[in-house]
């Protein structure tokens, strides 16, 4: 973004789409991570509404977890931002720098190692949206559901950016980790939504 000592999550929203539109950052990687956190909000829109008409303990469980999950969702847009400049920054470093391979290699693993992580969350917004679905009234489990599918998108997103940057870890065998771990993420999200959508009542 123009402004880059504001904190992402700060912009207006106006301003982060028009900057998604025109500048290099942000990128798929921190937008994914944007429509994971509003997916899983709308998964805790269908809890929360629920549970002030009918409190449950197992319920609030549920919120409180999503919560949890919904902050630590928020940094890593952040993040991504973070690890494509410093790759970036790595790539046009001189290339009769000694150092340019290395730095390369290290950006590239922050820059594939935000992106996992960023699924391993998704992929535990997955599991919540799957077990809150007995426990989301049926006026809210349309909310709930466009929100399961948000969070699959993003999931699927952000993986791309580990495919583009697998390549640049300096090793054949980081990049067979890196993108089995990808490939083993995807799998499980599309089960999960498959789940989550079959037992949707709607």
């Excluded at 065998?173 to 995807?186: E, F, K, Q, W, Y």
């Amino acid at each position: 973004m123009t402004d880059n000592t504001t904190p992402l999550w700060q912009h207006r929203l106006s301003d982060f789409r028009d900057a998604v539109a025109r500048e290099p950052m942000p990128g798929c990687g921190a937008t994914a991570v944007v429509s994971a956190d509003l997916g899983l909000a709308l998964v805790l829109k269908g809890l929360h509404l629920s549970q002030q008409h009918d409190a449950s303990a197992p319920r609030q469980a549920l919120i409180d977890e999503g919560a949890s999950l919904k902050q630590r969702l928020a940094p890593l847009a952040q993040e991504d931002v973070d690890a494509f400049e410093a790759f970036m920054a790595a790539v046009g470093r001189d290339k009769d720098d000694e150092g340019r391979t290395q730095a390369i290699h290290a950006a590239a693993a922050t820059a594939v190692e935000v992106p996992l992580k960023t699924a391993q969350l998704c992929d535990a917004a997955l599991v919540l949206s799957h077990q809150a679905r007995e426990d989301i009234e049926q006026q809210f489990v349309s909310d709930a559901l466009a929100g399961a599918r948000l969070i699959h998108a993003a999931l699927h997103g952000v993986l791309l950016n580990v495919q583009a940057n697998a390549g640049q870890l300096g090793s054949d065998d980081a990049r067979d980790r890196a993108l089995l771990s990808r490939d083993g993420l995807a799998r499980r999200a599309d089960a999960l939504l498959a789940a989550i959508t079959d037992s949707a009542p709607v």
